[in-house]
């Protein structure tokens, strides 16, 4: 397991340390036992752990540098608050964490079951500046507590693009950036989404395509530069985003 884990991810630029990879070995096994009780994810095996969740997520993490340097150098921007939200069993918001420690996450879903699993992963791995929220988008982001507070905001197969950039960009504080880890349909999705993005705030988003280890399936993450305040009214309410998305 331990050598799965660190060749999946070494093979997407991520080099583990010892204690990170122990970290993700524990990780890998809780996610296998509470799956036996609560249905987390459908990818049981350990080598599909390590690749389509630990790997997948960690994806971010090269991008992430170099954007968080550049917005440091740049902008004198200094990120230190993520949320990763419809984290699910923790993805990509644990694993992020688990390399980039110093980043203050917050873990947010709308399933209870789901939110407890994250804070057991977060209590056994003694895991500090992390927590894990139980919410639902529409309704956090309009509470001040959360609203334009998060300098980066993640999600990882929550709903198709023109939907979640109405659910991200009202968590993000001007000048900061929301990442979509989308599929093979993403640059349909990006360019059926740029008037939804222009409405919330958003610039001109960039794609970069992914490759995951072993794996033929084409991936890409899509990120969004906040550049202005969000309306009010957005996110809207009972399903809108989904019913009727922006143009």
Known sequence: ?????????????????????????????????????????AITNIEGIATKHFADSLTLV????????DLQQNHQFEVQQMLDLGTGAGFPGLPIKIVLP??????????????????????DLKLSGIRALNGRAEEAAHDPLHR??????????????VTLVE???????VGGLCVAMKGSDSEAELAQAQGAISKLGGSVAVLHPIQLPNSNDKR?????????????????QGGAPRNKPLK
Not at 111 to 122: A, E, H, R
Not at 221 to 236: D, E, F, G, S, T
């Open 1 to 41: 397991m331990q050598k799965m884990i660190c060749e999946a991810s070494r093979a997407i630029g991520v080099e583990l340390t010892e204690g990170q990879t122990q970290q993700f070995v524990r990780y890998a096994e809780l996610l296998i036992e509470w799956n036996q009780k609560f249905n987390l994810t």
């Open 148 to 161: 334009e507070k998060y300098d980066l905001v993640v999600a990882r197969a929550v709903a198709p693009l």
């Open 102 to 123: 110093n980043l203050k996450v917050t873990l947010m879903d709308s399933t209870g079951k789901k939110v407890m699993f994250c804070q057991t992963v977060i209590d």
């Open 62 to 69: 090269p991008v992430l540098n170099g954007l968080i340097a």
């Open 167 to 173: 659910y991200l960009l009202p968590f993000v504080r």
């Open 220 to 236: 890409a993450l899509i990120v969004i530069h906040k550049i202005a305040n969000v309306k009010p009214q957005y996110p809207r």
